[in-house]
C-alpha cells in the first residue's frame, strides 16, 4: 500500500494537490465533554468565573480552525470561506456538544480543520471549568461528515 504523506525513501511529506481540481470541500465534525452535574449547573447558569464558556469555546474553535496547518505538520494552510462552531448544553451527557461545519474552495479537504475546531473548542470548555469539574471526560471526536462539490455547484 502507497502511503500519500510518504515518499519513496520512507521520509514524511506534504501531498502535491496541485494536480487536483479545484472544488467547494465542506467537513463537519462533533464531539462531547461531559462533566458532573454542579458544574454543568454552573456552565449553563454562566456562574464560572471566566465567563460564557459556550460563546469563548466557539470563537476558539473557529481560531484553531484558521490555525490549523500551523498545529498539523503536513496539512496544506488553507483559505477558509466558512467556519461555525455550535456549543450548545446537553443535559443528557450532563455537558456540552460541539458541532463544527468547515468549508473552503480549494483542491484538499476541510476534515483537520473541522476536528481541530472541535479539540479545540472542547478543550477551552474544559479549561473554563475545570475549577468546578477537574474531572471532566473530553469524547467521541470524530468526523461526521465530508462533502466536495464542482466549484460551479
Same mark, same amino acid.
Given at each position: ?5 510518504? %515518499?519513496?525513501?520512507?521520509? #514524511?511529506?506534504?501531498? %502535491?494537490?496541485?494536480?487536483? &481540481?479545484?472544488?467547494?470541500? +465542506? ?8 462533566? +458532573?452535574? $454542579?458544574?454543568? /449547573?454552573?456552565?449553563? *447558569?454562566?456562574?464560572?468565573?471566566? *465567563? /460564557? @464558556? ?8 473557529? !481560531?484553531?480552525?484558521?490555525?490549523? #496547518? $500551523? !498545529?498539523? &505538520? ?6 477558509? %470561506?466558512? @467556519? ?5 448544553? /446537553?443535559?443528557?451527557?450532563?455537558? @456540552? ?10 483542491? +484538499? ?6 476536528? +481541530?475546531?472541535?479539540?479545540?473548542? !472542547?478543550?477551552?470548555?474544559? /479549561?473554563?471549568?475545570?475549577?468546578? %469539574? &477537574? ?14 462539490? &464542482?466549484? $460551479? #455547484?
Amino acid at each position: 500500500m502507497k502511503l500519500s504523506h510518504v %515518499d519513496a525513501a520512507g521520509r #514524511a511529506r506534504m501531498v %502535491d494537490v496541485s494536480g487536483k &481540481p479545484v472544488s467547494v470541500r +465542506t467537513a463537519v465534525a462533533g464531539g462531547t465533554i461531559r462533566m +458532573t452535574r $454542579d458544574a454543568f /449547573d454552573e456552565v449553563a *447558569g454562566q456562574t464560572l468565573a471566566k *465567563g /460564557d @464558556v459556550l460563546a469563548v469555546s466557539e470563537v476558539a474553535g473557529t !481560531l484553531a480552525a484558521k490555525r490549523t #496547518a $500551523d !498545529l498539523i &505538520p503536513l496539512c496544506h494552510p488553507l483559505g477558509l %470561506d466558512h @467556519v461555525e462552531v455550535e456549543a450548545s448544553l /446537553d443535559e443528557t451527557l450532563p455537558g @456540552v456538544r460541539v458541532r463544527a461545519t468547515v468549508r473552503t474552495t480549494g483542491r +484538499t479537504g476541510v476534515e483537520m480543520e473541522a476536528l +481541530t475546531a472541535v479539540s479545540v473548542a !472542547l478543550l477551552t470548555v474544559y /479549561d473554563m471549568g475545570k475549577a468546578a %469539574d &477537574p474531572g471532566m471526560v473530553i469524547a467521541e471526536v470524530r468526523l461526521i461528515e465530508k462533502q466536495k462539490a &464542482p466549484r $460551479d #455547484a
